[in-house]
């Protein structure tokens, strides 16, 4: 079952629209702002942190691969530097973000080999056993039915193919724990407005990490879900986690 405190964390509170379309709006609000408050916020690490994601599919030698919520398209940018595939599809909800992604990818003169389109994760366009690996970076959250994302995933990977999520987690290390919930609660909205103008969007950021259902939790949604050979391994103190399953 969906759990009833993540379906119910939306980015604007109060407002009548589901929380896929809120999510859609919101980074198609965010969308010119959205690497650089990555890089600033992160102070650099989310690089390093997508990096170890990819390296995760090495064992699989994946040739066909889905990066689902590419956004502007860093992993799947990411997965061609590292892996050299003979086709990436990112798959977004954020017209905006896509837009931008193709820009970065056409300069790099990979539009042949990555494919963005606009989708749902929780009804994806594609055919059972369609990919060896699919990826998330920072998307689950965001996903209004957490298991239809969960078992459409599975649904169009091979079989023997590999997911690979990285996804935020609550550290639970003193002063990591306190020096991370008030940066994300108060500082970094704040950032956010100020750049962005969609204070929400970053307010949204914490309060849908706190919801999230991470670390063993996460492990055994998967499990429910039928991916096997499950894992999860912590990043920076507890700060992300990325999580592997194998249809």
Do not use: H
């Not at 030698?61 to 003979?86: F, H, N, Q, Y």
């Not at 003169?109 to 998330?136: C, H, P, R, W, Y």
């Not at 690979?164 to 970094?188: A, D, R, T, W």
Request: one cysteine or more; glycine letters at 8%; hydrophobic letters at 40%.
């Amino acid at each position: 079952m969906e759990s009833s405190e993540q379906s119910v964390v939306k980015p604007y509170e109060g407002e009548g629209d589901g929380k896929k379309k809120q999510v859609s709006r919101m980074f198609d609000r965010i969308a010119p702002y959205y690497d650089f408050l990555n890089r600033l916020l992160s102070l650099g690490i989310d690089v390093q942190w997508r990096k170890k994601m990819v390296q995760k599919f090495r064992d699989i030698k994946p040739r066909v691969l889905m990066d689902v919520a590419t956004g502007t398209g860093d992993v799947a940018l990411e997965i061609v530097k590292s892996l050299d595939p003979e086709k990436v599809v990112g798959m977004d909800i954020s017209k905006e973000m896509l837009e931008i992604g193709k820009n970065k990818i056409s300069k790099k003169g990979l539009s042949e080999k990555i494919e963005m389109v606009v989708g749902d994760s929780e009804n994806i366009q594609f055919a059972d056993n369609t990919f060896d690996g699919i990826s998330v970076a920072f998307g689950v959250r965001n996903f209004e039915n957490l298991d239809l994302g969960l078992k459409e995933m599975l649904r169009v990977l091979k079989p023997g193919g590999k997911l690979v999520i990285l996804e935020f987690s609550k550290p639970k290390v003193f002063p990591v724990k306190q020096v991370f919930n008030g940066y994300f609660k108060y500082i970094l909205p704040q950032i956010g407005k100020l750049t962005s103008k969609d204070a929400s969007a970053y307010e949204y950021l914490y309060r849908s990490v706190q919801a999230f259902p991470d670390r063993e939790a996460f492990k055994e949604r998967l499990e429910k879900i039928g991916y096997k050979a499950t894992t999860w391994e912590g990043l920076t103190f507890g700060i992300c986690s990325i999580y592997t399953g194998i249809k």
